[in-house]
């Protein structure tokens, strides 16, 4: 079964300062990895996704992710984040089956001004 | 472009109650997946519908249920609440068979049971 661990519940970081949330998953094959992003009482919007080919991926917002293999990891980073970057943050998986999508608990992050 | 929406926002119902929620896809989208995220935990699959039909259950109980109308809407169903059932019920919509396909998501119906 596939899994997602993010290490991370609640990150703080200065505004302006990079930005990195780890994800790890688990899956036998190769998987289709996605970040999402949860403004609160909002739904969940797709920040960016990898499914094959350049293992760096640009997204929406400046943010980018690294597909890592090796380390089974697909760490979402931003060079200089934003007071609205504040939100929650989700890694997730997906196998070929075309199964749903398996989600990790969230990295919940804090702007400092 | 209409994204997906759903209804009602919020809803409050008392244990052993059932209670409907409903979900209108993307437009051009043809299946909709039901999750459900508790406070402070990731979304948690529910099931998806395509053709009218269940394709894939997560691991809940079969008070849980759903149907898919012919314009692709959707509706949640859930008999017997209980209080571990108050949470945030998201819908999204893709296009069936395409794992790469994203999910759009709905901004959901917070569910509170008392």
């Known amino acids: 079964a596939q899994s997602v661990t993010q290490p991370d519940i609640h990150i703080t970081v200065s505004e302006g300062a990079s930005l990195e949330l780890r994800c790890n998953y688990s899956y036998g094959a190769t998987p289709y990895l996605f970040w999402y992003v949860q403004s609160p009482g909002q739904g969940l919007q797709l920040l960016l996704k990898?499914?094959?080919?350049?293992?760096l991926v640009q997204g929406i917002k400046g943010f980018e992710a690294e597909f890592k293999r090796s380390q089974s990891s697909f760490n979402l980073r931003k060079p200089s984040v934003h007071w609205s970057d504040a939100a929650e943050y989700f890694c997730?998986?997906?196998?070929?089956?075309?199964?749903?999508?398996?989600f990790g608990k969230g990295t919940h992050l804090i702007i400092q001004p | 472009d209409a994204g997906v929406t759903q209804s009602p926002t919020h809803l409050i119902k008392t244990r052993g109650q059932q209670v409907t929620l409903r979900c209108s896809p993307k437009s051009g989208h043809d299946t909709v997946s039901w999750y459900q995220q508790a406070l402070g935990q990731g979304p948690q699959f529910i099931f998806q519908?395509?053709?009218?039909?269940?394709?894939q259950r997560g691991n809940f109980p079969d008070r849980f249920s759903g149907h898919q109308f012919p314009n692709y809407s959707s509706e949640l169903n859930v008999n017997a609440l209980l209080l571990g059932d108050s949470a945030l019920y998201l819908c999204?919509?893709?296009?069936?068979?395409?794992?790469?396909?994203?999910?759009?998501f709905g901004n959901g119906t917070r569910l509170t049971v008392t």
């Open positions: 519908y395509y053709e009218e039909e269940e394709r």
């Open positions: 997730a998986v997906v196998g070929g089956g075309a199964d749903g999508l398996t």
């Open positions: 990898y499914f094959s080919g350049d293992t």
């Open positions: 999204a919509s893709s296009l069936f068979g395409q794992s790469n396909s994203p999910l759009h």
